[in-house]
């Protein structure tokens, strides 16, 4: 099968090294040259996936079978017509432009399925954003409607802070859509991903819940398995079965939840592998997260997902600009017990940019904060230079 992989980082590179592996052609693209999934891809090609007609133009092209989405930032209103052609869109354009767009996502769980989700309102100005803000109330969080990894994400706690969200939500928003959601702050005691597995001929299955930790929106550590209760637990599968459901089409999906007094609350979906899900990378399960992903694409069965073993990921970040980065202290992280790394190949860094991660793994019977706290000792050894 030929598959055409729009975005092509840390995570679209370890899909790519997937399906290289059973047998796929991979033809990564991306808005910049050499970037991680490049690397690793048959074919590559460089474009701005916002513009349509160069979308068209690769896609006409090449011919796929499949279209994978690894990023926000595209052109999606065009999957519908390249399903028209018999192209298999991942999960489905649906799912793409539904979950692309944080307004279209948030309105289907919350008003056409009943999901419990934060009170919320949308701006598209900063008068329109102080209006939600009296809606839902201090302290809120405020994200632009396209964005990813925490970009545009801050906190609302008092008056003075409304314009500055407003000017750096609108910085850091992806695509042409100048728009933001506000949400009340839910009172959480923890928050997971759970990687729901969605097959075109058999049941859906669940990972174990993903722990994550996060600054400014990015997620830090992650670790397999979160505690939960079996209540909460059931309740999440129910919410990401039902929407996931419907989205439509098969794949695994990244879904978010928040873990209150008061139950469970939705609060994002990435119909992709997810960031925390890099945790799998560490062997926690029988298949990680890109494996899943792309068996479930290609139709391939998957009888069950087992959790093997604890782990836990560390994100290694670049702390200034560099046009060719480089690191130090790889010899110490692989000198480790049960400890691995991945680093992703990104050509270039930024303060912040996530450039590589720790891996460890342990017994399920180790206590998950041991293992966390080896990851981010490990993730402490490397540095990364300009």
Request: charged share 25%.
């Amino acid at each position: 099968m030929k598959i055409l992989l729009l975005g092509s980082g840390e995570l679209g590179k370890e899909f790519t090294i997937a399906a290289q592996r059973i047998g796929q052609t991979v033809i990564a693209v991306d808005s910049y040259e050499n970037a991680p999934a490049m690397q690793v891809a048959h074919d590559f090609e460089v474009i701005n996936m916002l513009d349509g007609d160069a979308l068209d133009k690769i896609v006409a092209k090449h011919q796929p079978d499949f279209i994978v989405p690894e990023i926000e930032a595209i052109r999606t209103e065009r999957f519908y017509d390249y399903e028209k052609q018999g192209i298999t869109v991942v999960p489905s354009a649906k799912a793409a432009n539904f979950t692309m767009n944080r307004k279209a996502i948030r309105d289907l769980a919350s008003k056409e399925l009943g999901l419990k989700t934060a009170k919320y309102r949308y701006a598209t100005t900063a008068e329109e954003l102080q209006k939600g803000v009296e809606a839902v109330g201090m302290p809120c969080v405020v994200k632009p409607l396209m964005s990813s990894s925490g970009k545009g994400q801050s906190t609302i706690k008092i008056q003075a802070d409304i314009e500055k969200a407003w000017s750096y939500a609108v910085e850091g928003s992806r695509g042409d859509v100048v728009e933001v959601i506000v949400e009340a702050f839910v009172k959480f005691n923890s928050e997971i991903t759970l990687l729901t597995v969605v097959q075109n001929n058999n049941p859906t299955l669940f990972c174990a819940p993903i722990g994550h930790r996060q600054e400014r929106g990015d997620y830090q550590e992650s670790w397999q398995p979160a505690r939960i209760s079996d209540k909460d637990l059931y309740e999440a599968q129910d919410m990401a079965e039902k929407v996931t459901e419907s989205l439509g089409g098969a794949g695994l999906f990244g879904v978010e939840f928040f873990l209150a007094d008061d139950g469970v609350y939705f609060s994002e979906l990435s119909p992709r592998p997810h960031d925390t899900g890099m945790v799998t990378l560490a062997g926690t399960q029988n298949f990680n997260e890109f494996e899943l992903h792309l068996r479930a694409i290609l139709s391939l069965p998957i009888f069950e997902i087992t959790l093997e073993k604890s782990g836990a990921s560390a994100v290694i970040l670049a702390s200034e600009n560099s046009e060719n980065p480089s690191f130090t202290g790889i010899e110490k992280i692989a000198s480790l017990p049960k400890t691995d790394f991945r680093i992703f190949g990104k050509p270039t860094s930024r303060p912040y940019r996530r450039m590589a991660v720790a891996l460890v793994n342990d017994t399920l019977e180790t206590p998950i904060e041991e293992v966390v706290e080896k990851a981010k000792k490990a993730a402490s050894l490397v540095t990364v230079h300009s």
